[in-house]
């Protein structure tokens, strides 16, 4: 794909025009607004509100007018500065995810001081507890019931209980590999990275589970055992938000 010399806007344009196809008729097909897309063939990307999400409706349109998706996001990332840069920095520079707290710095002298402190807590706790022992009565009733021994399966190994999380969210690689972020309800940054083809991440919270793809059409989600299938076309850029029991919030 000859890209020199050429914007993203006037490609685009050009190539909808070859094939016959009108600003609603690519808007009919890709689910993106009529103005968003002719702001894109103008080379305005700040309607789209962000260049992650800008990124995300050019490939869309790419993809649907048969031109290589990967050339334009290139060309794109070259006409704005992004070249390069991880998603999870744009994503960042675009309040999408919260940007990671730096810790205090903590002196010499109060790490030494808590040290010490802890260390004197540790003497002190045997001490207080072999007091408490000498004072037990002998009237106490000397009988004490015996604890439940932990329930077996039948070749011998122990069943562990462990609590399930209310809002549980699998993602699989189903078409390619799309990057993916998760926050849990507190608003911490849970997983950030890329999920192939193939793969499957778990995530589980007590509340709330906020879940950004960079690909949605290259990943389906099961959330809370249902099978949800893909959320977006493939290049999209999707916000999503899951609660116990309840349907994604966009």
């Known amino acids: 794909?000859?890209?020199?010399?050429?914007?993203?806007?006037?490609?685009?344009?050009?190539?909808?025009?070859?094939?016959?196809?009108?600003?609603?008729?690519?808007?009919?097909?890709?689910?993106?607004?009529?103005?968003?897309?002719?702001?894109?063939?103008?080379?305005?990307?700040?309607?789209?509100?962000?260049?992650?999400?800008?990124?995300?409706?050019?490939?869309?349109?790419g993809k649907f007018l048969n031109l290589d998706t990967d050339a334009l996001v290139e060309l794109f990332a070259v006409s704005t500065g992004d070249f390069d840069r991880p998603m999870i920095d744009l994503l960042t520079d675009n309040n999408v995810v919260a940007p990671k707290r730096e810790l205090p710095k903590i002196s010499y002298k109060v790490m030494a001081s808590a040290a010490a402190a802890i260390v004197a807590l540790l003497i002190a706790v045997p001490t207080v507890g072999g007091m408490i022992s000498s004072n037990k009565t002998a009237s106490q009733n000397?009988?004490?019931?015996?604890?439940?021994?932990?329930?077996?399966?039948?070749?011998?190994?122990?069943?562990?209980?462990?609590?399930?999380?209310?809002?549980?969210?699998?993602?699989?690689?189903?078409?390619?590999?799309?990057?993916?972020?998760?926050?849990?309800?507190?608003?911490?940054?849970?997983?950030?990275?890329?999920?192939?083809?193939?793969?499957?991440?778990?995530?589980?919270?007590?509340?709330?589970?906020?879940?950004?793809?960079?690909?949605?059409?290259?990943?389906?989600?099961?959330?809370?055992?249902?099978d949800i299938g893909t959320t977006g076309a493939a290049g999209e850029v999707v916000h999503l938000s899951f609660e116990p029991d309840a349907a994604a919030k966009g």
Request: glycine share 12%; aromatic share 4%.
């Open 1 to 61: 794909m000859y890209l020199e010399n050429q914007t993203i806007g006037s490609v685009l344009c050009a190539a909808r025009k070859a094939a016959g196809y009108s600003i609603d008729d690519v808007s009919l097909q890709t689910r993106i607004r009529a103005g968003l897309i002719r702001d894109i063939e103008g080379n305005n990307f700040e309607t789209s509100g962000a260049n992650a999400y800008a990124r995300g409706h050019i490939r869309t349109i």
């Open 142 to 226: 000397p009988s004490v019931p015996a604890q439940a021994a932990p329930s077996t399966t039948s070749n011998g190994a122990t069943v562990v209980a462990t609590k399930t999380s209310d809002v549980s969210v699998v993602v699989t690689g189903t078409n390619g590999k799309s990057w993916i972020g998760i926050q849990d309800s507190s608003g911490a940054q849970v997983f950030s990275g890329t999920i192939h083809q193939g793969e499957s991440k778990s995530f589980g919270d007590a509340t709330q589970l906020q879940v950004t793809l960079g690909n949605a059409g290259a990943v389906s989600l099961n959330v809370n055992g249902r």
